[in-house]
């Protein structure tokens, strides 16, 4: 199997423009999360889709975010107005179905906001 | 509420030498998994182990060792006769049966000097 994939690796932006980040699981696995993680920090849950639907949000998530996974294939997680304060790295994971699974991370994509 | 504490910010030891990292969590559920992640410089987390809350046997891979205590809520993890290539940060997740996400601990770094 191929391992998940994200695209960018890196992005760097000037505030307040908008940002997309894609992430595309491992096949076949039919849950995909999102984390966010800031130096020094281990990473923290954002969301996470069930096939195609979104079934949970941390309070982390502002309305700033929003996250998609149409067809319940790859998912696009997307930040309107960036702050400095978004600047982190955005990991996504992929596991077959539920909370026992394991989740398998991509390399994740580094978002530097100037 | 679930937690994981890695009291333990930074290791450093001299190659060969054995060490052990610490984790302790925190949960009401009576089913939940625990996991621990390597994240080496280049970023990804790489899975290491899985294991549920009925099983408390301790498991070996190689020159790793992974000790489960209920009664003490610690999963501890241990690398013997470490080697440079084992420099990283090391993080400890629960996984909730109520909750659909992994709780990561701040992670511990270790550093195995030649």
């Known amino acids: 199997d191929t391992g998940v994939s994200q695209d960018p690796r890196h992005k760097i932006t000037k505030r307040g423009q908008n940002v997309t980040f894609r992430c595309d699981p491992i096949?076949?696995?039919?849950?995909l999360y999102w984390y966010r993680q800031t130096l020094g920090q281990g990473p923290e849950f954002l969301t996470y889709?069930?096939?195609?639907?979104?079934?949970?949000k941390s309070r982390l998530l502002s309305d700033r975010f929003s996250a998609e996974r149409p067809k319940g294939s790859f998912s696009t997680l997307e930040i309107q107005r960036t702050e400095q304060g978004d600047s982190a790295m955005y990991l996504c994971?992929?596991?077959?179905?539920?909370?026992?699974?394991?989740?398998?991370f991509g390399p994740g994509t580094r978002l530097t906001v100037l | 509420a679930q937690k994981v504490t890695q009291a333990q910010t930074e290791i450093s030891v001299v190659e060969k030498e054995d060490v052990t990292l610490d984790c302790v969590y925190e949960?009401?559920?009576?089913?939940?998994?625990l996991f621990w992640y390597k994240q080496p410089p280049s970023g990804e987390l790489v899975f290491l182990i899985r294991?549920?809350?009925?099983?408390?046997q301790n498991e070996i891979s190689g020159r790793y060792s992974w000790n489960f205590q209920k009664s003490t809520s610690s999963f501890n993890f241990t690398i013997t006769a470490s080697q440079v290539v084992d420099s990283a940060v090391y993080f400890c997740?629960?996984?909730?049966?109520?909750?659909?996400?992994?709780?990561f601990g701040a992670g511990t770094i270790l550093r195995v000097k030649s």
């Open positions: 994971a992929s596991s077959p179905a539920s909370f026992e699974d394991t989740q398998y």
């Open positions: 889709f069930q096939n195609e639907a979104q079934l949970e």
């Open positions: 294991r549920n809350s009925f099983d408390e």
């Open positions: 949960t009401r559920d009576t089913t939940y998994y």
């Open positions: 096949s076949e696995h039919n849950r």
């Open positions: 997740a629960l996984s909730e049966e109520d909750g659909n996400k992994l709780v």
